[in-house]
């Protein structure tokens, strides 16, 4: 494994870097401050193909690999986590599974303008009773002839308030437990499909989290994304690509809370000095840059693991637990070294502070990770 960016990958993240820079950054407190979902710059994402990463040419998609999507994902969060995990998613959650489980025709209809930008996705797999364990969801679908009748409730869907389609986990046979689950590309224009509450939350505010309910929606069978059955396979393989992008997303926060810290430890003096000169200041300066690395390269194998065929459910999962805790441990020392200006919101460790808490629980939380890395480790290595 080479662990040097090649030209292509390099010119990739000097455009997305400037693309965050001039068109994210600016928005970035605002959007945050009053919860703005930024629909206008994920169009001009779309435009550099940042809606559909990995997604193949003939389907709308830049056709890149997916250490390439890591470094997009970890530019965007660096400046804005927002905007991040809108991209993460749809690239991660709705794009990966309709180009892996999708027919030619359902390639065409969805992946396409999802790819394109053209619509935005979400997938709503969590309820309020069914979090890390996803087999117990109980939204139902009924076939009724050429159509399944779906009902139920999500809670916690990034990207919900704005989605214009949606990857919806139900069951066809709560019996079967999780090989009763099937998966479903919904419109969100489709009749019976609301938004409920637009939820307040911790950090990042400008993604649209929202809940979804579905009464007597009716979807049609050819809209069914692999087989009945399938669907939760479809979701944990789909998690699984998932957990690199919020593991490149805790990355990014990092990096930005850190080369916040670093340029103001060289500015801020006391006691006649720039506080970078004091031994205290400096070891966290070391700690939160080499942790940034190991976390970095632990993303960067599990990209690479997934470009090379191989199953990288472990690398996966082990990217996304240590990238998350370590985005805990660097902005946190991030907002002590801006001391009180650390703590309000004129600055912008608060943000990143905030915005790092919440890798640790979406697409499955530390404990979920550890559980699928000790099941690796102990009867599947
Ligand atoms: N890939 C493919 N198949 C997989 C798989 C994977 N990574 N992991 C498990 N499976 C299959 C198994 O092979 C098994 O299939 P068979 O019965 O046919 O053999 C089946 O799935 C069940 O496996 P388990 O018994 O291991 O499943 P479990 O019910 O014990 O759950 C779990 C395991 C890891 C805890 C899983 O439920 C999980 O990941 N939970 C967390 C859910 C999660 O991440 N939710 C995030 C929501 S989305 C989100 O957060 C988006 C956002 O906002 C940004």
Not at 12 to 40: N, S, W, Y
Not at 265 to 289: N, T, V, W
Request: contains cysteine; proline residues 2%; aromatic residues 8%.
């Amino acid at each position: 494994m080479l662990i040097e960016l090649n030209e292509d990958q390099s010119l990739l993240r000097d455009e997305v870097r400037r693309f965050a820079e001039e068109v994210v950054r600016p928005l970035a407190k605002e959007i945050d401050a009053k919860g703005i979902f930024p629909r206008d710059t994920i169009r001009q994402a779309a435009e550099l193909g940042l809606t559909g990463v990995c997604v193949p040419e003939e389907f709308g998609g830049a056709a890149m690999d997916t250490l390439s999507y890591c470094l997009v994902i970890e530019e965007i969060s660096r400046v804005c986590a927002s905007t991040g995990v809108i991209l993460s998613v749809n690239n991660s959650l709705v794009c990966d599974p309709l180009t892996k489980f999708g027919n030619q025709e359902q390639k065409e209809k969805w992946l396409t303008p999802l790819a394109s930008g053209e619509l935005l996705g979400c997938f709503a797999l969590t309820e309020p009773g069914a979090g890390s364990d996803a087999a117990a969801l109980r939204t139902t679908a009924v076939r009724d002839g050429n159509d399944y009748i779906l009902n139920g409730n999500k809670v916690f869907i990034t990207n919900g308030t704005d989605a214009d389609v949606a990857l919806v986990f139900a069951t066809t046979d709560m019996a079967q437990k999780h090989r009763g689950i099937a998966c479903f590309i919904v419109a969100a224009d489709t009749p019976g499909y609301s938004h409920g509450i637009h939820e307040y939350k911790l950090g990042v505010n400008a993604s649209g989290t929202t809940e979804l309910a579905f009464e007597d929606m009716r979807v049609p069978a050819s809209q069914r994304l692999g087989e009945e059955g399938e669907g939760f396979k479809v979701a944990m393989s789909t998690l699984d690509g998932g957990r690199i992008g919020i593991a490149a997303q805790a990355v990014g926060i990092a990096q930005g809370a850190f080369e916040e810290a670093l340029a103001y430890s060289q500015e801020r003096e006391q006691f006649g000095r720039p506080i970078s000169k004091f031994q205290a200041i400096q070891h966290y300066l070391a700690d939160m840059s080499t942790e940034l690395d190991a976390g970095r390269l632990l993303t960067w194998k599990a990209a690479w693991t997934k470009d090379n065929k191989k199953r990288f459910t472990l690398e996966a999962a082990q990217a996304k637990l240590f990238t998350s805790e370590m985005a805990q441990r660097v902005t946190n020392k991030a907002l002590q070294i801006h001391g009180g200006y650390g703590y309000i919101r004129e600055y912008n460790v608060e943000r990143y502070f905030r915005d790092a808490r919440i890798t640790e629980i979406y697409e499955g939380t530390s404990e979920v990770q550890k559980m699928v890395i000790a099941d690796w480790v102990l009867n599947k290595s």
